[in-house]
T-cell receptor, first 117, second 113 residues
């Protein structure tokens, strides 16, 4: 069975601080994809990034960056110079093939980030 | 722009009522999903559909059913609502590969009294 662990339930930072959200996953498959979603107070989950298991290159998008390390089964998300608009619940997710034509998508329980002005 | 809409943002129903939650997507996506989100439990998949009139059970289908008569619309039905079905319900859609990202609606917060 696969698993996604977001050990940080809630994090508070002061505006302009950097913050890293941790995501550790477990899967037996060699082919899988990892995702990060943002859920602002409005409720709608917004897709941020997708990364496949064969691409360990880190990615940067503006103030957001992602560090994928297969050796530690982690896919961490860093926000640089945080802003109040970054306040949200962030979910890490994993999808892999579970056999017989089925794919299993597993979400972590989420990390609630509060950025204080 | 990609769009998934849900019929209600907030809904209050009484125990035993039949409840319909509607979801519509305008992206011509083949796959649609219903999740419920509860504090401390994250998102849990209730049902999904990979084509019109097709449905598959997710992790927690008990007490729910679904209907997909048209490609763009996926309905979640609570045949007899119970208080333990008070939750946030999220609809999502996805195209193509199972490895693609899902697009989510704004959610329906259902309270069953």
């Amino acid at each position: 069975a696969q698993k996604v662990t977001q050990a940080q339930t809630e994090i508070s930072v002061v505006e302009k601080e950097d913050v890293t959200l941790d995501c550790v996953y477990e899967t037996r498959d060699t082919t899988y994809y990892l995702f990060w979603y943002k859920q602002p107070p409005s409720g709608e989950l917004v897709f941020l990034i997708r990364r496949n298991s064969f691409d360990e290159q880190n990615e940067i998008s503006g103030r957001y960056s992602w560090n994928f390390q297969k050796s530690t089964s982690s896919f961490n998300f860093t926000i640089t110079a945080s802003q109040v608009v970054d306040s949200a619940v962030y979910f890490c997710a994993l999808i892999s093939y579970s056999g017989a034509g089925s794919y299993q998508l597993t979400f972590g329980k989420g990390t609630k980030l509060s950025v204080i002005p | 722009d990609v769009k998934v809409t849900q019929s209600s943002r907030y809904l209050v129903k009484r125990t035993g009522e039949k409840v319909f939650l509607e979801c519509v997507q305008d992206m011509d996506h083949e796959n649609m999903f219903w999740y419920r989100q509860d504090p401390g439990l994250g998102l849990r998949l209730i049902y999904f559909s990979y084509d019109v009139k097709m449905k598959e059970k997710g992790d927690i289908p008990e007490g729910y059913s679904v209907s997909r008569e048209k490609k763009e619309r996926f309905s979640l039905i609570l045949e007899s609502a119970s208080t333990n079905q008070t939750s946030m319900y999220l609809c999502a859609s996805r195209t193509g590969s199972s490895y693609n990202e899902q697009f989510f609606g704004p959610g329906t917060r259902l309270t069953v009294l």
